[in-house]
């Protein structure tokens, strides 16, 4: 059973899969042993991700490790349809995700997953470990793991950690270093531009770009703003990266003075109602705000419908917001992820490295069975390291090995000045 918007467009899905494919050799070196070795022989994993090519690259991998997986959207508007459709069709996959859907139907496919019982879950934000916390937990017994891609998901299983409740021991992939430093930062930074662009067909050449939050994927948006010619203002709560962005040669303030003179805003801070009330009475006629965090609670669209005297959508994923003084906002894509909204995600080669983590997160649940406690656990280093390995391989490059005298340099303290 699957719950997709149209079967029919499989073959347009099936053709971007590969096409995404192409560009994630560490995937399809774990394709390979996996297919070999079976290590996910029988298992059923329940996957609550954004449904992309991408994604539907990861399901394979699992497929080929011999296990059955049902998959739900990790936001609302994130699906691709003609993804979805190609995942039932072509991989015997079970998809429960429709581009779209409204909260209520989200979160029935949240239920549609677990009644397929998952014995490892994956999150994009820990919706499915909540849920099942919150509201199935009789089901928790028979999880042996969950795994967490991003970074919000993170905090929020390691508060249900530090509050005693987390009953399933979790791997944090977002903390491994293939995943972070390359998806958070290179991947945010491009698609969240894209998405942007794709929306608006603005100019970023000479506009005044404020980025709300430092950190890897607020780096990665104030970077490619930079080079895309805008003029990139970092606004942050925490003194070492607001100092951090300081010295990348940003300017760095607070949002109530950097707004008044921007073109664009992006939140990617992870908190809530981070452009505020304050801030819409304060910002530049016709500004464009952007989310790029993972809730849509960044901007506060409460608000900023009770200020409005009209809301109407002006381009597809632009809403204009007049406020009752007559000055314009526009938010995109209802302040949800705009780089999945409004754009395709994050690039295939970035993924390849994530999706990796989170196939090997699946077989480290198997091999670590009994062993693992309800707490945020990180892959090793090895796996880190050697994804980090197979992705060098795969790009061409060439590293250089340390010698058995700078091996054993660097385990000595006798030699100095
Ligand atoms: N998160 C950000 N980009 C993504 C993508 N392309 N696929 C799945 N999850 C993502």
């Not at 930074?189 to 980025?211: C, E, M, P, W, Y």
Request: hydrophobic share 40%; proline share 2%; glycine share 8%.
């Amino acid at each position: 059973m699957s719950d997709v918007k149209d079967i029919a467009l499989s073959e347009k899905g099936k053709k971007k899969i590969d096409w995404a494919w192409q560009f994630m050799p560490v995937l399809q070196s774990l394709q390979k042993e996996f297919n070999e070795e079976k290590p996910l022989k029988g298992l059923r994993i329940g996957a609550c991700l954004h449904v992309t090519t991408e994604t539907a690259n990861l399901m394979r991998v699992l497929k080929a490790g011999g296990a059955q997986v049902s998959l739900c959207a990790s936001n609302p508007l994130s699906t691709q349809d003609d993804t979805a459709a190609s995942l039932v069709h072509d991989f015997d996959v079970e998809v429960f995700a429709i581009n779209g859907e409204d909260r209520d139907v989200y979160y029935q496919h949240l239920n549609q997953v677990l009644d397929f019982k998952p014995q490892i879950t994956m999150d994009d934000g820990a919706d499915l470990v909540s849920l099942l916390h919150q509201e199935r937990p009789e089901q928790l017994d028979e999880v042996m793991g969950s795994s967490e891609e991003t970074t919000t998901g993170v905090i929020r299983l390691k508060a249900m950690a530090n509050e005693g409740k987390l009953r399933i021991p979790v791997v944090a992939v977002n903390d491994s270093a293939t995943k972070y430093m390359f998806d958070n930062r290179y991947g945010t930074g491009q698609s969240t531009i894209d998405g942007i662009l794709r929306a608006t067909n603005k100019l970023l050449a000479g506009s005044v770009f404020v980025v709300c939050g430092y950190g890897w994927c607020g780096r990665g948006i104030a970077m490619r703003a930079k080079g895309m010619g805008a003029i990139v203002t970092v606004c942050e709560v925490d003194s070492i990266r607001a100092l951090e962005a300081a010295m990348d040669g940003f300017s760095v303030n607070c949002l109530s003075k950097a707004i008044s003179q921007a073109d664009v805003v992006v939140t990617s801070t992870g908190n809530k109602h981070v452009v505020d009330e304050e801030h819409f009475t304060q910002a530049k006629d016709a500004v464009i705000l952007a989310n790029a965090g993972h809730f849509d609670v960044e901007i506060n669209k409460v608000a900023l419908e009770r200020l409005s005297k009209r809301v109407i959508e002006v381009r597809d994923g632009v809403t204009l917001y007049e406020l009752k003084d007559g000055k314009k906002i526009y938010l995109l894509t209802e302040g949800r992820l705009v780089n999945l909204a409004a754009a395709a995600g994050h690039p295939a080669e970035v993924m390849d490295m994530s999706f990796a983590n989170q196939a090997l997160a699946a077989k480290y649940f198997i091999d670590h069975q009994g062993k693992l406690e309800g707490k945020v656990y990180r892959l090793p280093q090895e796996i880190d390291d050697d994804i980090a390995r197979l992705k060098l391989k795969a790009m061409g490059i060439e590293i250089d090995k340390l010698t058995a005298e700078q091996e054993k340099y660097l385990k000595s303290w006798r030699e100095g000045t």
